[in-house]
């Protein structure tokens, strides 16, 4: 994780669902060190009592309306190697070798060690077209690591993926879904959902605009 913004690092004990969103809504997220370990970034989450389609959501889910959402719940209960490949082919394209291993997203699939507890699979004419490693609870849900199969035809896969999740955790009743952290433009993306927030080290923000200007013109990363 060289490079990736952390205020502060923690390892905790208390898995309870209380201490857990405790350190969530503290902009702490679980990390794929090891269990229990989590570090303060400059989070984004999209708080689901402001949430809406608006039309550019609707737009992205018109374009995968043939995707099915099927969850499995942690450790994975009949697990395929298919998976990992499909995860280090698209991590290795997207961001590089040594990025993410085949051997590390086994591990957080199938191992109780894993802070991970759900994997959301998209499937498409019942064959598995992309998943997400996700954490959730009761009142939260971390869309973690998503991967996809690059060579798809479907249009908009990967933010359809995650517009399916978050329609999802509205629908499930869920507080907040945690789109992970805002480090470099290229989490602009993530800023296109009513209600969506951003944790700057010390509150919650609400403007888009400005962690917009901050990711695009490489503002410092002061904390508040």
Same mark, same amino acid.
């Given at each position: 994780?060289?490079?990736?913004?952390?205020?502060?690092?923690?390892?905790?004990?208390?898995?309870?669902?209380?201490?857990?969103s405790?350190?969530?809504?503290?902009?702490?997220?679980?990390?794929?060190?090891?269990?229990?370990?989590?570090?303060?970034?400059?989070?984004?989450?999209?708080?689901?009592?402001?949430?809406?389609?608006?039309?550019?959501?609707?737009?992205?889910?018109?374009?995968?309306?043939?995707?099915?959402? *099927?969850?499995?719940t942690?450790?994975?209960? *009949?697990?395929?190697?298919?998976?990992?490949?499909?995860?280090?082919?698209?991590?290795?394209?997207?961001?590089?070798?040594?990025?993410?291993?085949?051997?590390?997203?086994?591990?957080?699939?199938?191992?109780?060690?894993?802070?991970?507890?759900?994997?959301?699979?998209?499937?498409?004419?019942?064959?598995?077209?992309?998943?997400?490693?996700?954490?959730?609870?009761?009142? =939260?849900?971390?869309?973690?690591?998503?991967?996809?199969?690059?060579?798809?035809?479907i249009?908009?896969?990967?933010?359809g993926?995650?517009?399916?999740?978050?329609?999802?955790?509205k629908? *499930?009743?869920?507080?907040?879904?945690?789109?992970?952290?805002?480090?470099?433009?290229?989490?602009?993306?993530?800023?296109?959902?009513?209600?969506?927030?951003?944790?700057?080290?010390?509150? =919650?923000?609400?403007?888009?605009?400005?962690?917009?200007?901050?990711?695009?013109?490489?503002?410092?990363?002061?904390?508040?």
């Amino acid at each position: 994780m060289d490079g990736y913004l952390s205020w502060d690092d923690n390892t905790i004990t208390d898995f309870s669902e209380a201490n857990v969103s405790a350190m969530y809504e503290r902009g702490f997220v679980f990390t794929r060190l090891g269990k229990g370990q989590m570090t303060q970034t400059r989070s984004v989450r999209v708080d689901l009592s402001k949430f809406e389609l608006n039309s550019e959501n609707r737009r992205i889910l018109r374009k995968v309306d043939n995707i099915e959402l *099927n969850i499995e719940t942690l450790p994975h209960p *009949n697990y395929d190697w298919r998976i990992h490949k499909l995860g280090f082919d698209f991590y290795t394209a997207k961001f590089g070798p040594k990025t993410f291993s085949a051997n590390k997203i086994k591990e957080l699939l199938t191992s109780n060690e894993s802070n991970y507890n759900k994997l959301f699979v998209y499937q498409f004419n019942n064959a598995p077209v992309g998943y997400c490693i996700c954490f959730e609870n009761n009142n =939260w849900l971390h869309y973690g690591y998503p991967f996809y199969d690059l060579n798809s035809k479907i249009d908009n896969l990967g933010i359809g993926m995650m517009t399916k999740a978050i329609a999802w955790a509205k629908e *499930n009743s869920k507080k907040y879904v945690c789109l992970g952290s805002a480090q470099n433009p290229s989490a602009v993306y993530k800023l296109q959902f009513a209600g969506v927030e951003w944790f700057d080290g010390q509150t =919650w923000r609400s403007d888009a605009e400005e962690l917009k200007k901050i990711l695009l013109t490489g503002s410092p990363l002061a904390r508040g």
